[in-house]
C-alpha cells in the first residue's frame, strides 16, 4: 500500500486493544466503534447490507423494494442491494439516513481490519475505502502492540501468497483474507513457526481458525 501525507494520517488506536475488540465483534460478542468521521467508504462501495431479524427498526425505515432475500445468510436474514452507482440507498446528500437505527452490520463493519492486515479492501470499486484504509495509523504502546500487528500481517501475507500450501478451501479476497489473519494470528508469535514448512503452518492456520469458530456465541 502507498503511504498517505502526514496531513492524511488517521489515529487507528492501540493495535492490541483494537484487535481484541475485533476477536470479540468476530464471535458476535460485540460490535465496533469505528471514529469513521466523515468518511461514508463502506456507504458508497458497492456493499450489499446484511439485514438481520433484530434490525427491525432499520428494517422499518428501508423501502421494500431495496430488500431481497440472498443466498449464504441464515434465515430470517435479508440483504439490502447497493445502487448502480454503489452507493447505499439510504445515504442521503452523503450522510446515512438510518445513522441511529442503523443494522448491525454498518456496526461491525470496520476497515482498520484492512490496515491491520497490510492490505487494500478491493479493487478502484473500493477506491474511498482503500484512501481511509492507508491513512489509518495504530499506536504500539506496548511491545506486544508491535509483535501482534507483526503477527497479523505475516498471517495474512501467508494466506494471500501461499494458498497452495492448504488442503482446504481459504479466503481469496481481501475481507477474507483479513478475517483469517485476525483469528489465526497466534500462529505467527510463535518463532518457531519460522522454520516450519509451509503445510505445516498451513494446518495450523485452520487449527487456530476452527478453534476461534467454535467459540462462537
Known amino acids: 500500500m502507498s503511504q498517505p501525507s502526514a496531513e492524511s494520517i488517521v489515529a487507528a488506536g492501540p493495535f492490541s486493544d483494537w484487535l481484541r475488540k475485533m476477536r470479540r ?4 460478542n460485540d460490535g465496533m466503534d469505528v471514529p469513521c468521521g466523515d468518511c461514508v467508504g ?10 438481520r431479524p433484530e434490525d427491525h427498526k432499520a428494517a ?30 439510504m445515504l442521503d446528500d452523503g450522510k446515512c439516513s438510518i445513522y441511529s437505527v442503523r443494522p448491525q452490520t454498518c456496526n461491525d463493519y470496520d476497515c482498520r481490519i484492512f490496515a ?28 506486544i502492540d508491535e509483535l501482534e ?5 505475516a498471517a495474512a501475507t501467508f494466506i494471500r501468497d501461499r494458498r497452495d500450501s492448504f488442503t482446504v478451501r481459504v479466503p481469496a479476497g481481501p ?16 518463532p518457531a513457526t519460522s522454520a516450519k514448512q509451509a503445510a505445516e503452518v498451513a494446518r495450523a492456520i485452520i487449527d487456530a481458525v476452527r478453534a476461534f469458530d467454535s467459540n462462537v456465541a
Open 42 to 51: 463502506c456507504c458508497v462501495s458497492g456493499y450489499s447490507l446484511q439485514l
Open 25 to 28: 465483534s468476530l464471535q458476535g
Open 149 to 153: 500487528h507483526a503477527a497479523v500481517r
Open 175 to 190: 475481507m477474507g483474507i483479513a478475517v483469517f489473519a485476525i483469528k489465526a494470528y497466534q500462529v505467527f508469535l510463535d
Open 116 to 143: 491491520a492486515a497490510g492490505i487494500d479492501a478491493g479493487g478502484e470499486d473500493k477506491a474511498v475505502i482503500n484512501k481511509r484504509v492507508r491513512e489509518w495509523r495504530f499506536s504500539y504502546p506496548e511491545h
Open 60 to 89: 422499518a425505515r428501508i423501502p421494500a423494494t431495496f430488500v431481497v432475500s440472498a443466498a449464504g445468510f441464515a434465515k430470517g436474514n435479508l440483504t439490502v442491494r447497493a445502487l448502480e452507482n454503489g452507493l447505499c440507498p
